[in-house]
């Protein structure tokens, strides 16, 4: 019988690589970036939508998900895919960098780590084994064993604090984990320090996880440390197994971090930007809400293949934006994550090709990057910014 | 060549009737419910959800259209219908109602209406010829004539005067009205006063319209004073004429007031109380937040063929109104819109049926009403309540 849960690297490319990944619920092409579902729901799209515009996989947040609706009252519907009406492959997070980020955290004890609930402030604790056997309960493809994520602007010692509390976590969910049709990836931390992250990657790598996530980036440091540390983990982590760089998503991100080994990522910001009026263009990310869309016959990116781009114009759009129109929203978060979905394939192609490092070189010299990440970091926002959804 | 607008009187019994009526866009069966697009959106619904539902017309609002993002941009985008991407046949109101129960109300001259925008506090106005020359250029298939409406509650001389000044501006509307493609329906006034409906209902006619509005009901009075006129306003309209209740769709009033020989209705309580979590059932209103949903397994209404019930638990409903999540709004005005859309298909075929009668007995023994209407019309605030869609 085949294992429920395949990874295989069908080319590389310098450090980029493209791969299948085998889940229960369907297989998935890598790189992939995968939409986040917060609260066991794409925020304003069908799931239908979400097939639709491509992805392959989708991301729910347990920590969401435990406390509203709770875990006793999906896996009485039949599991989140049953709960939510998506047959497709989907990974879950454990819970624990939202307890962390979203400022309700309580304390680390001997067993695991309390919080408090920030929809009633009602007192919970997340160890380990019941982080693994909620996301069991859940019945995601891929399960997340529960880390601690700390700022990378944190002094070292904390920061080092940090990955063993990590370590300690990983060793118990593995221990707890006990096979099946579900997969466990492990998290490396270490901040930016090349020394915590190797030390971090061979204690984790050492208790075989079905894959591996780069936890702790895109939370304070600059775009190069955090290239930098990506491109390092290329190099400490099995070739052979899925790499999942945790909370990035920007489409310069993603091009730099494919192009460095990354597989897997998973990242809020598409979405959330998308509500705000802000899309996605060959040239940079654009406010739909500027005077510039007002009379643009045109959709919001030429030859975009996105249902919003293949109705509406830009003028349209940006009416619904101007008159605060629920279906604004809806239609930008559809093209921010067509245009993704879209630039994953194009970079899989690329890799495949063997064409990848001129693709990479014409999108970055096209692509006009915002501060934002930055500007929000010094602002001590990057917590609230990822933990929400 | 036939004529552009044409309807027909398929089938009478009783006062009820069952129609089509023809438009450059499309046949519309009657009786029939329009969905409110009040600026250039069904809120929350992409057009081609709206057309899965099967509304057969929906209503674009002059008011907020000519102010947002304005008929300038709307003509030159190639009309309503292209720029708001539906090709079905829409219905525009003139823009009255939201001038004067927007509480920007300044005064009437012998021109027309002036007021204040509710979004930026210009100053504007309206006349009856610049009604019908908006509607004609946002290329609407019915435009409607300017008019005053009163609350019903108001004193008799106050709703007189009110019907005149709609009957002048009628006069005026059907002067300036070149034909072509383009319908144009009078308004009958005179709140819940026989004679004056009589009178008003004389006088409008004489000026001979494609289609007759009753405007000025479900404002105030109690609903056996409305069904009271309704009823009455079938001996006075043409019989070959459609004949459109404006401001009234709650499932029990279209009820009644299809089987008092009413064509077509129009209203925002379906898709606003959708948006609250209110969702129709075959017994009346239900709340999707109430605890009772928590864990149904079913959907919200057995046997309803909308997408909301043939995909999602009610329990995944009340999960994603308790989570404020964006689909749950959307979900809830598909439901409604396809349980009205249903409701109407039922009564036409009833009717052609000649069971009409049974049916209707049946359906009120079902369906529990609820005294929203009466207790907001208490609270003042029924203006607020039709004017902003």
């Known amino acids: ?204 790598t050492s208790l075989d996880f079905s894959g591996y996530a780069v936890g702790g980036l895109a939370v304070g440091e600059s775009k190069r440390e955090m290239y930098d540390i990506v491109s390092y983990m290329d190099q400490l982590l099995p070739k052979d197994q899925p790499r999942y760089l945790m909370g990035v998503g920007s489409p310069e991100d993603l091009v730099q971090c494919v192009a460095r080994g990354m597989d897997q990522f998973d990242c809020a910001l598409p979405t959330r930007v998308a509500r705000n009026g802000a899309v996605f263009t060959p040239h940079g990310r654009v406010d739909i809400r500027s005077r510039k869309f007002q009379d643009v016959k045109g959709p919001i990116q030429e030859k975009c293949d996105c249902y919003a781009c293949n109705h509406f114009s830009g003028a349209y759009l940006h009416h619904l934006f101007k008159a605060k129109e629920l279906l604004g929203p809806r239609l930008a978060t559809i093209h921010n994550l067509r245009y993704l979905q879209r630039l994953m394939e194009e970079l899989r192609s690329h890799i495949l090709n063997g064409t990848i490092d001129a693709y990479v070189k014409d999108f970055l010299s096209r692509y006009k990057t915002t501060n934002e990440v930055a500007r929000l970091a010094q602002k001590k926002r990057w917590l609230e910014l990822r933990a929400t959804g």
């Not at 085998?22 to 092409?29: A, E, L, R, V, Y």
Request: hydrophobic fraction near 35%; aromatic fraction near 8%; charged fraction near 20%.
């Open 1 to 204: 019988m085949p294992e429920p849960f395949q990874f295989n690297v069908v080319t590389t490319y310098g450090q980029a690589r493209a791969g299948t990944m085998k889940t229960p619920h369907g297989t998935i092409n890598t790189p992939a970036f995968m939409p986040v579902a917060t609260q066991g729901s794409v925020k304003g799209l069908s799931p239908e939508e979400v097939r639709i515009i491509g992805a392959p996989i989708i991301l729910g947040n347990s920590y969401h998900l435990y406390l509203r609706p709770g875990i006793d009252l999906i896996e009485n519907m039949g599991g989140l895919h049953s709960f939510m009406g998506w047959n497709g492959p989907i990974l879950t997070d454990s819970g624990g960098f939202q307890v962390f980020s979203m400022g309700s955290f309580i304390r680390i004890n001997k067993e695991g780590v309390i919080f408090r609930s920030h929809i009633d402030g009602s007192r919970h604790l997340f160890t380990p084994e019941k982080a693994v056997e909620n996301q069991r309960r859940l019945g995601s493809d891929i399960m997340m064993c529960l880390d601690q994520c700390i700022a990378t602007d944190k002094e070292e010692e904390l920061i080092r604090r940090a990955m063993l509390q990590t370590h300690h976590w990983a060793a118990r969910s593995r221990e707890t984990y006990k096979g099946g049709n579900q997969a466990l990836f492990g998290i490396v931390q270490g901040g930016v320090s090349r020394g915590l992250r190797e030390e971090s990657a061979q204690f984790i």
